[in-house]
């Protein structure tokens, strides 16, 4: 099986979004499959690991609990916050915010997690990315290009993705896959 020094992922965590409309306040279903926490916890990501490999991961701020844990079951280390994305409005000076129990929240966290050496060569990159939404759940192309700049042109692996990069091999349900970790 083919192994992997970089590993980004965004997991499609089983929650409710809570939506702001015209006409009051409404939960729907997210627009793709979800998993459980455990589910996501226990894909065995550890066997495509490098010695040294480094995890991007996408959250938001309610899964923060058990990033140690995840990180932990899929090999890595919990190191930080490697990026802040602040969904900023499209047209406005405002934010792209949806309702949270407490704020409105605008931002999701990419936290990194290290396994072996560190690989970031490059301490040039903000931590604070903010840019317009687009498609639900779609991050900025921007954090791939940060990952590159930190790390280099070292093997990479995007998980849960919904497309194919150039230069990153994928695993996702909506996609073709170059593995499969399940």
Same mark, same amino acid.
């Given at each position: ?32 499959? *979800? ?22 991961? !996408? ?8 990033? %140690?844990?995840?990180?932990?079951? !899929?090999? $890595?280390n919990f190191k930080t916050v490697g990026f ?6 499209? $047209?406005? &000076?405002? /934010? &792209?915010?949806? /309702? ?22 490059? =301490?040039? *990159? &903000?931590?604070?990315?903010?840019? %317009?939404?687009?498609? =639900?759940?779609?991050? %900025? ?31 996702? &349900? ?7 970790? /399940?």
């Amino acid at each position: 099986m083919k192994k992997y020094n970089i590993v980004y992922a965004d997991p499609p965590w089983k929650l409710k979004y809570l939506k702001e409309t015209k006409i009051g306040f409404g939960v729907y279903d997210l627009p793709y499959e *979800q998993m459980p926490d455990k589910e996501i916890i226990n894909l065995n990501v550890a066997n495509i690991l490098l010695d040294d490999a480094i995890l991007f991961l !996408w959250a938001i701020d309610s899964r923060i609990p058990i990033i %140690p844990e995840l990180m932990a079951s !899929w090999g $890595f280390n919990f190191k930080t916050v490697g990026f802040v994305w602040n969904k900023v409005a499209k $047209f406005t &000076n405002g /934010v &792209n915010a949806t /309702v949270g129990k407490y704020t409105r929240k605008s931002c999701e966290f990419c936290f990194i997690g290290t396994k072996g050496k560190c690989l970031a060569k490059m =301490h040039t *990159q &903000n931590q604070y990315f903010p840019e %317009p939404k687009r498609k =639900h759940s779609q991050k %900025p192309d921007g954090i791939r290009d940060n990952i590159l700049k930190m790390c280099g042109n070292l093997p990479r692996i995007e998980l849960f993705a919904r497309e194919k990069t150039k230069g990153w091999d994928v695993c996702g &349900n909506e996609i073709n896959n170059d593995i499969d970790i /399940v």
